[in-house]
């Protein structure tokens, strides 16, 4: 007799494993023809090199930040929805069309003094709007802060400017030689102190950064047809290339990842992207310090291969066990996410209407105790609980996280009874009338695991 043939059976991914990606377009600072050129490479990416468990996520940056896709485990879901986003306006050519318009008012310029005015007025304005795009982009990494596993961020733009402006003042001086101040002016335009914050807090919640720069090899201004009545020298251009893709190295290099930069097919560096998600070590130690809440550096190196590169962080915030349950719980809220080992069950109980309009809504957290560590002391076995709920409306209106300690006693004579069932920890919440997102975070204090569960629900008639 031959030996039957089995079918493999899909081996689970453990969460610690399991890739989250956000694909974020910023089609604020992206020219359209660029952003749809570079969409081929990034639907074959998804289509062919990412694999089942993996959950991906579409955004958009559009002055404010929209999710065109919600996370699923279906990659071929978010490249078909990148056909939707080739049809959407982006702001790109507008920038464009400013940069030159006062990059020639400065040429026909007659004086130091009314080429600085306007180079500080256009900076501004650039600088208004770098702080929104800043902004939605660290805005996203803390809502990412709580999901379990790998997170990764493929940023998508034609560069964002570390020195808002900065070309244009290059322009200046080189216009009027003896216009020193021109470069110190812009300095005033810096941002490279708040992308070290993005760095620090895509670090410290274990997110990495992917860009792509979606203009490519970019041509000279002296030669583009868009640009032919304005005197654009190639020095200006080598600031403005340099000072749009120095953002984009920075964040990739210091969390771990990848820039993609200067070429017009990008599908190489998309698949050194797909290498690195699947493709790593996982290295841990245990640091003197636990919780403290403060950053701490990290060098990887390798011993005995000078012919190895190691692509690491370069750093981690030791987050405290309050934060590090306020982030799930946030990232449940945002993105309908569960990481559930304990089986946490949560129910709503009859609401009760109050005279401000408001409802109070009993809430049941349901806890399977066979999931729980009980320590013996003396009669009894006792565990320690604590419990986190935060809950957001239609409107994206949040509550703050509130926590509670849940001690638990079990009597010795009735363990193995108790095993098999439930604990439940029952508290009120005031919520508004219409639908509600509950997400409850239970973190077992003597075990040290933690659950995260969600719950819609609609408050109210209607």
């Known amino acids: 007799l031959e030996p039957r043939s089995v079918a493999a059976l899909p081996v689970e991914i453990p969460e610690e494993q399991r890739l989250h990606l956000v694909v974020y377009i910023d089609n604020w600072n992206i020219m359209p023809f660029n952003r749809n050129r570079v969409f081929t490479g990034i639907r074959e990416m998804l289509r062919s090199r990412l694999t089942r468990g993996d959950r991906v996520m579409l955004m958009t940056f559009d002055r404010e930040p929209h ?24 702001n790109g050519t507008q920038q464009a069309s400013e940069r030159r318009e006062v990059l020639r008012e400065i040429d026909e310029s007659r004086d130091e003094t009314s080429a600085v005015m306007r180079a500080r007025s256009y900076a501004s304005s650039v600088y208004n709007d770098l702080s929104f795009s800043i902004d939605s982009i660290k805005d996203t990494v803390s809502s990412l802060a709580g999901l379990p596993g790998r997170k990764a961020i493929l940023y998508v733009s034609d560069g964002l400017p570390m020195v808002a402006g900065e070309d244009v003042f290059s322009a200046i001086q080189e216009k009027f ?49 868009e640009n032919q009545t304005a ?68 060098e990887v190196r390798v011993k ?50 109050r005279d401000d309009g408001h409802y109070l809504v009993p809430i049941l957290v349901r806890i399977p105790l066979g999931k729980v560590v009980l320590v013996p002391q003396g009669e009894l076995h006792r565990s320690r609980l604590r419990v986190f709920v935060a809950a957001m409306d239609e409107r994206g209106n949040l509550s703050e996280v509130q926590q509670s300690e849940v001690p638990i006693e079990v009597p010795g004579s009735e363990l193995a009874e108790a095993l098999g069932k439930e604990f439940v920890y029952t508290l009120s919440l005031v919520m ?27 408050i109210g008639p209607g």
């Open 67 to 90: 999710v065109r896709r919600p996370f699923t485990s279906d990659p071929v879901t978010i490249a078909s929805a990148l056909f939707e986003i080739e049809r959407l306006s982006a």
């Open 177 to 225: 030689p003896n216009a020193t101040g021109a470069m110190l002016e812009a300095r005033s335009f810096d941002v490279s102190r708040r992308i070290r914050e993005l760095v620090a807090s895509a670090n410290a919640n274990r997110i990495t950064f992917y860009t792509l720069d979606a203009a490519g090899l970019r041509i000279p201004s002296s030669i583009s047809a």
């Open 231 to 298: 005197s654009i020298s190639g020095i200006t251009d080598s600031v403005h290339w340099s000072n749009l893709q120095s953002t984009l190295a920075v964040l990739a290099d210091e969390t771990g990842g990848v820039a993609i930069l200067n070429t017009n097919d990008p599908s190489k560096g998309l698949e050194r992207v797909a290498d690195d998600l699947r493709n790593f070590y996982s290295l841990g130690y245990t640091p003197a310090h636990s919780g403290d809440g403060r950053y701490h550096e990290v």
């Open 304 to 353: 005995g291969r000078k012919d190895l590169v190691v692509r690491s962080r370069e750093g981690y915030r030791d987050k405290t066990v309050e934060s590090r349950m306020s982030d799930g719980v946030m990232s449940a809220l945002f993105y309908d996410v569960e990481s559930n080992p304990m089986g946490v069950v949560v129910q709503r109980g009859e609401e009760t209407r």
């Open 432 to 458: 508004r009338r219409g639908p509600q997102r509950l997400a409850v975070g239970v973190r077992d204090e003597l075990g040290q695991t933690a659950s995260f569960a969600v719950r819609t629900m609609s």
